[in-house]
C-alpha cells in the first residue's frame, strides 16, 4: 500500500474552478506516483470561505457560514476524484453545521472511497482557541471505518494527543491525523501524539498539516509543519519509529509504502506487545502514593 499525507497551502480562491483545479491537481500527482490513500490536514477547507470574499473569510462566524455552503459541492468533487483515480481520500477537515449531532458547528472530516461511499469523523476534543474564541462543539462518536484497504480511524489534531482516544481506535491498522497548528511546539504535540499513538495501538499513524501564511483568515493565517507516516519501533519497521517525514513547512505530498501484514505480525508477535498488554494497566493506574524520602 502506498500512502500520500499532505503538506498543504491554503489558498485565497479566486473561483469555484481554481478550486476544483488546485484539487485535482493534488490528487492526479498523488494518483500519479502510486498512492492509494491520500491525507488531507485539518481546516483546510477554510480556503472555501474565500469564494465569498475578504469579509466572510476573516470573521470568524461568517467563514463558518461560507464554509459549510460549499462542503455539498466539495464532497461531490471529492467524491468524483476518488472514484476517477481509484484512491481512498481524507479531505481536509471543514466546520460543519450539523444540528443533528451538536448546536454550535463541528470539525468533520470525510472519507472517500473509490467506490463511492463516504463516512464522517468528527473531532471530539476542542483545543482553547476552539472552544474559547471560536465556539466549535464536539461532534459524533469516534468511527472505525471498514475498507479495503483496511481498518481506518481518525484522530483530528489535537485528538491524537489523548491516550484513551487512540485506545478507542485500538483496531485500527491505520489511524490518519489531520492537523493544523501554528507554531512549531504545536506541531511537535501533534507528531509526539501521533508517533505514541503508533506506539500504543502496534499499528501506523498517518498525520497531515496545512503550511504556510493565510493572512485572510484568523484560524489558519499562520501554520507551521509537514507530513509524516509513524509506526511502533519493533519487528518489520524502522528501528526510528519514523517511516516517512516530510521537510517541515514545504508543501506536497510526502509519501510512504507499508504492508499491511506487517501490522498484523507485530501485534502478534512483536518484541513488546503493547496492544495486548494494555489491560495489565488496570489495577496499576491508582493515583500514585506520596511516599516521603527526605
Not at 485535482?24 to 465569498?52: K, M, S
Not at 470525510?110 to 463516504?118: I, N, Q, S, V
Not at 474559547?132 to 481498518?151: C, S, Y
Not at 498525520?207 to 493565510?214: I, K
Request: with cysteine.
Amino acid at each position: 500500500m502506498k500512502i500520500a499525507t499532505a503538506a498543504y497551502p491554503a489558498s485565497f480562491l479566486g473561483s469555484w474552478q481554481a478550486y476544483a483545479d488546485k484539487l485535482t491537481a493534488w490528487v492526479q500527482t498523488a494518483a500519479q506516483n502510486g498512492a492509494e490513500l491520500l491525507v488531507f490536514p485539518e481546516y483546510g477547507a477554510l480556503e472555501l470561505a474565500t469564494l465569498d470574499g475578504d469579509v466572510a473569510a476573516h470573521d470568524l462566524e461568517l467563514c463558518i457560514q461560507a464554509t459549510n455552503a460549499r462542503i455539498p459541492d466539495a464532497d461531490a468533487l471529492h467524491s468524483d476524484l476518488a472514484a476517477r483515480f481509484k484512491v481512498h481520500i481524507l479531505a481536509a477537515s471543514a466546520p460543519v453545521v450539523d444540528e443533528t449531532v451538536a448546536v454550535r458547528p463541528v470539525n468533520r472530516a470525510r472519507l472517500f472511497t473509490p467506490t463511492g461511499a463516504m463516512g464522517v469523523q468528527d473531532k471530539q476534543i476542542m483545543t482553547r482557541f476552539e472552544r474559547e474564541d471560536w465556539h466549535i462543539a464536539p461532534g459524533g462518536p469516534l468511527r472505525l471505518f471498514d475498507t479495503a484497504l483496511g481498518k481506518i480511524g481518525v484522530l483530528i489534531c489535537y485528538d491524537s494527543e489523548f491516550p484513551l482516544l487512540g485506545r478507542a481506535l485500538s483496531d485500527a491498522d491505520l489511524i490518519l491525523i489531520p492537523s493544523v497548528t501554528e507554531a512549531l511546539a504545536g506541531h511537535s504535540r501533534v507528531r509526539i501524539g501521533a508517533q505514541a499513538r503508533a506506539l500504543e495501538n502496534q499499528c501506523v499513524t498517518i498525520m497531515s498539516s496545512l503550511v504556510g501564511p493565510a493572512p485572510w483568515s484568523q484560524v489558519i493565517d499562520a501554520s507551521t509543519g509537514t507530513g509524516g507516516v509513524y509506526c511502533p519501533p519493533d519487528t518489520g519497521f524502522p528501528a526510528t519509529g519514523v517511516i516517512a517525514s516530510g521537510t517541515l513547512n514545504t508543501p506536497g505530498w510526502t509519501y510512504a509504502t507499508l504492508d499491511p501484514a506487517q501490522i498484523a505480525h507485530v501485534r502478534a508477535d512483536g518484541v513488546v506487545l503493547n496492544r495486548r498488554h494494555w489491560d495489565d494497566q488496570t489495577g496499576r493506574d491508582a493515583p500514585a502514593q506520596p511516599t516521603r524520602l527526605r
